[in-house]
């Protein structure tokens, strides 16, 4: 059963999300590491799976233009932006960069 302590680490993993590239990552990421430092028997990898099984519903970014998954960020076709999102998890600005894109 969830105790007050519980749902203030919750509350806690949220709320630091907002400062994150990726915030749904972030507190899939987050939630999945408290959850098996609470129970040793957790499947994280089975919980990480769980919470990426949905039908994306994308929409045209204001910022990017990409076509955006407004669950989960997935940028229809992309596998990095220029707005910072990546597949990997990482900067994919950065990523661009490094693999020579001009993006100026």
């Given at each position: 059963?969830?105790?007050?302590?519980?749902?203030?680490?919750?509350?806690?993993?949220?709320?630091?999300?907002?400062?994150?590239?990726?915030?749904?990552?972030?507190?899939?990421?987050?939630?999945?590491?408290?959850?098996?430092?609470?129970?040793?028997?957790?499947?994280?990898?089975?919980?990480?799976?769980?919470?990426?099984?949905?039908?994306?519903?994308y929409l045209r970014?204001?910022?990017?233009?990409?076509?955006?998954?407004?669950?989960?960020?997935?940028?229809?076709?992309?596998?990095?932006?220029?707005?910072?999102?990546?597949?990997?998890?990482?900067?994919?600005?950065?990523?661009?960069?490094?693999?020579?894109?001009?993006?100026?």
């Open positions: 059963m969830l105790s007050r302590r519980h749902y203030q680490e919750i509350a806690k993993i949220i709320a630091e999300s907002r400062w994150e590239w990726d915030p749904v990552g972030y507190i899939q990421e987050n939630l999945s590491s408290y959850f098996a430092q609470e129970n040793p028997r957790f499947d994280k990898e089975k919980f990480l799976a769980a919470c990426h099984e949905h039908e994306h519903d970014s204001t910022y990017c233009g990409a076509m955006v998954c407004d669950r989960c960020g997935d940028h229809q076709g992309f596998d990095r932006c220029y707005c910072g999102w990546a597949v990997s998890g990482g900067n994919g600005r950065q990523e661009l960069i490094e693999m020579g894109e001009n993006i100026d």
